[in-house]
């Protein structure tokens, strides 16, 4: 979602796995469009403009513009509101509520026998498609996308989810088949009244799902073997289950975000907490097995002031601003995605990171952090002047830097 609209070049990021998407502000100084770059094997990029192989996968190092033909927003006066992507796939949002999504969903990743199927059965976006709006034509609200799913909340308060079905991801129990179309998940919750409470926030980790409800109250659904749902027993779960966190004290769910296996969230205090696969990080017991206080404001904060805004789509490593914009980095640092060097072994690949929270200074003296955005190993950010910058893995030209710069511990500027 754009959390900040600021002066120039982007209005909301989002980068997952090896691909960064990018919506660029409307108006004098930009135009208004969606560019992608990073790994690009299935055409998660919505186009075929290539610079080269690395590792197997195809990648470009330069951000392009997504072309929309037709059905491009602009040409009606709607604006992009929200990006999010998946393995090999990428999903955009309007502002007036249409969904487009391109590149491809694995509607089942394995057979009952643990082997993949032949051929791979495929939900193919070979060009960014139009997502028919469901409930009578309810607007899509909120998206998100996993390694080969994606989900979708509409105005009306219904979650939709398509793509595979494996570890019970998409909420339907004993089906791990998958779905090709936006089919409707349980809404399971009730009010007093009777009526059903709307989902408003979707997060989606690498086998796991996490959702708030109006409500403030949080379910999950999918794999719990590192207790990523915040469950404390059972390995998998089919359909959405509550987690009632009595330390909150009378709080609610502010934000949650969802990395491979570990999970981190915000309280209405402005409070961090974590679970999952932490990796040395705090929170919780410190074993990550229940979900727990990681950094309250005041402890991390000279200033004191709360945390507004979280993000974890990576591998096992998050960031966190202040209202103030000050950027904190926490977990594992085996690519310099801390933005420090301290944890990074000699030859970079996973690793611990400083085992507490690394405060990252801004490369341009005076601005602020507005946003910021991970995946894989790599971190993004925008500053108040409404430059993008990046640190950490660029294997893929995750950093808009050709791959012969394997990582950076430091911020470097991303141009279009």
């Known amino acids: ?84 992507g998946g393995l090999v796939h990428s999903m955009a949002l309007t502002e007036n509520g249409d969904l487009f999504i391109w590149g491809m969903l694995t509607k089942a990743l394995t057979e ?53 079905g494996s570890f019970g991801l998409l909420g339907f129990p004993s089906d791990a088949q998958g779905r090709d179309v936006p089919t409707l998940v349980d809404n399971i919750s009730e009010a007093p009244d009777g009526s059903t409470i709307p989902w408003i926030r979707i997060a989606v980790g690498e086998r796991s799902v996490y959702g708030l409800k109006k409500d403030g109250s949080l379910w999950v659904w ?83 002031v709360a945390f507004t805004l979280i993000n974890a789509h990576g591998g096992e490593f998050a960031q966190a601003i202040t209202s103030n914009g000050r950027m904190y980095l926490f977990g594992n640092n085996g690519w310099g995605q801390l933005g420090t ?4 072994p000699a030859n970079p690949g996973p690793g611990a990171g400083p085992g507490g929270i690394n405060w990252l200074e801004t490369p341009v003296p005076g601005e602020i952090w507005v946003s910021i955005s991970t995946g894989g190993s790599t971190s993004l950010g925008i500053l108040s002047d409404g430059t993008l910058w990046g640190w950490g893995q660029n294997l ?21």
């Open 341 to 344: 060097s301290e944890g990074v």
């Open 1 to 84: 979602m754009p959390y900040f609209i600021y002066r120039r070049f982007l209005l909301v990021i989002k980068l997952i796995h090896y691909i960064a998407i990018a919506a660029d502000k409307a108006g004098a100084e930009g135009n208004g469009g969606i560019f992608t770059w990073g790994a690009n094997q299935g055409r998660q990029l919505g186009h075929d403009k290539n610079d080269g192989t690395n590792n197997s996968r195809l990648y470009s190092a330069t951000p392009t513009e997504v072309d929309f033909g037709a059905d491009d927003p602009r040409s009606k006066g709607d604006r992009w509101y929200q990006v999010a």
């Open 222 to 304: 999918g794999q719990n073997n590192r207790q990523q749902l915040g469950l404390p027993s059972g390995d998998l779960y089919e359909t959405p289950q509550s987690v009632e966190i009595t330390e909150l004290d009378g709080s609610s769910w502010r934000q949650i975000v969802a990395g491979n296996d570990h999970v981190a969230a915000l309280d209405m205090r402005g409070n961090l907490w974590t679970w999952g696969n932490t990796n040395g990080f705090r929170g919780g017991d410190n074993k990550g097995n229940k979900p727990g206080l990681a950094w309250t404001f005041e402890d991390t904060d000279p200033y004191g």
């Open 396 to 416: 893929y030209g995750q950093l808009a830097k050709a791959p012969d710069l394997r990582y950076s511990i430091t911020p470097v500027k991303i141009e279009r």
């Open 112 to 164: 009952g026998n643990g082997t993949y199927p032949d051929p791979i059965s495929l939900v193919k976006y070979p060009t960014p498609t139009k997502i028919p709006r469901e409930d009578n034509g309810s607007p899509w609200r909120v998206i998100a996308a996993g390694h080969s799913s994606a989900f979708a909340i509409n105005e009306a308060g219904n979650l939709y989810a398509w793509g595979t």
